[in-house]
C-alpha cells in the first residue's frame, strides 16, 4: 500500500471559503477548477501563484466537471432550486467552447427535464457519460428513475443504467470496457456502494460486482483513477472521512483522511503527481507516488 505515497507528504490545505466546494479539473496549463454548486460559482486555482480567482460567478449551479480532450471544459448542471437564488440550476450538461461561448449538450431525455447532471467522464472515442441523480428538493422531477445516460459523438442521447438508486461518481476503463459508479442514495436504508459494471456482447452495462460498500456511514461521491487504474474515490465522515484507494478489481491500495468531507478529487501538477481534494469549504492537496490518468493526459 505504501508504494503510492511520498514518505513526509502532507495534506496541505490550498483554498478555503467555499459552501461545499466540489467537481475538480485540471487543465493543462497549471489550473485546477472546481465549484461550489449551490453559489453558482466555478473557481479557478492557479498551481504556479497558488491564488484562486472566480472563474465563473454563474455556472448554471455546475456540479461534477472535466476537461475533454481538445481541452474544452464539460460541466454537469444541477436541476433544483436554490433558496439563496431564485434561478435554479440548468439541469443540463454544458460545454465551454474556446470562443467563449456555451453550448448544451444535454438537457432532456424523452422530452422529458433531466434530474440533476451530476458528474461525468469522456471513454476513448469522446463519449460522454453522466450521471443524473436528485439530491434535495425532489418536487419537480419528471424523469421516472435516476439514471445514467451517454452522449454519442453524433450528439443522441441515451440511457444506459437504470438499476441504481442515485448514481454519482462515474468512471471508464481505458479499453470502455467497464464502468465505475457511486451509488449515494442519503434515505436512511439507501445504497452507499462503488459499482463496478461490465460491457457485454451487445453493447449493454451489466452490474459486475461491488467494489465498496459503506453500509450506514456517509456515502461516497466524486473519484479519479490513476494511471494503473486505481481508483481515488471520495467519501465518508469523520475518522472514515477522506479518499478511499482501491484497485478496480476492488484491492484495498491505501487511504487519506481529510478534516472535512470529501467530495471529489482529480489529479494535476506538472507531473500530474498531486491529488486535490474539494472537502467542503477547502481545497486541499497532497504529492503521491502514483499519476493521474486524465482524459487529455
Not at 33 to 41: A, G, I, V, Y
Not at 90 to 119: C, M, Q, W
Request: proline content about 3%; aromatic content about 10%.
Amino acid at each position: 500500500m505504501s508504494s503510492l505515497f511520498v514518505k513526509g507528504a502532507q495534506l496541505e490545505k490550498v483554498f478555503t471559503g467555499a459552501v461545499f466546494s466540489e467537481g475538480p479539473a485540471s487543465d493543462r496549463n497549471g489550473h485546477v477548477l472546481f465549484t461550489d454548486c449551490s453559489e453558482n460559482l466555478i473557481y479557478s486555482f492557479d498551481e504556479t501563484s497558488e491564488e484562486t480567482s472566480i472563474w465563473s460567478s454563474n455556472s448554471a449551479h455546475a456540479n461534477g466537471m472535466n476537461f475533454d480532450s481538445q481541452g474544452r471544459l464539460v460541466v454537469c448542471c444541477d436541476g433544483k432550486n436554490y433558496p439563496s437564488n431564485s434561478q435554479g440550476g440548468a439541469h443540463a450538461v454544458r460545454r465551454y467552447e474556446k470562443d467563449g461561448s456555451i453550448t448544451t449538450l444535454a438537457e432532456s431525455f424523452n422530452g422529458k427535464k433531466l434530474n440533476g447532471p451530476n458528474d461525468l467522464c469522456f471513454d476513448k472515442e469522446g463519449r460522454i457519460y453522466f450521471t443524473d441523480p436528485r439530491y434535495g428538493d425532489k418536487s419537480d422531477i419528471e424523469q421516472e428513475v435516476m439514471a445514467v445516460y451517454c452522449i454519442d459523438l453524433d450528439g443522441t442521447l441515451t440511457r444506459v443504467i437504470e438499476d441504481l438508486e442515485s448514481p454519482n461518481g462515474i468512471l471508464i476503463s481505458k479499453d470502455n470496457q467497464s464502468l465505475f459508479l457511486v451509488d449515494h442514495n442519503p434515505d436512511l436504508g439507501g445504497a452507499r456502494t462503488l459499482v463496478k459494471y461490465k460491457s457485454n456482447s451487445k453493447g449493454h452495462w451489466i452490474k459486475d460486482r461491488v467494489l465498496l460498500d459503506f453500509g450506514t456511514d456517509y456515502g461516497m461521491d466524486g473519484m479519479v483513477f490513476d494511471d494503473d487504474e486505481n481508483i481515488y474515490v471520495t467519501g465518508g465522515s469523520g475518522e472514515t472521512g477522506g479518499v478511499h484507494i482501491v484497485s478496480s478489481f476492488g484491492e484495498p491500495k491505501g487511504f487519506i483522511p481529510t478534516p472535512e468531507v470529501p467530495g471529489n478529487c482529480t489529479f494535476s501538477g506538472e507531473n500530474l503527481d498531486y491529488l486535490y481534494i474539494c472537502a467542503s469549504t477547502s481545497l486541499y492537496r497532497i504529492k503521491l507516488h502514483a499519476k493521474g490518468l486524465l482524459t487529455w493526459s
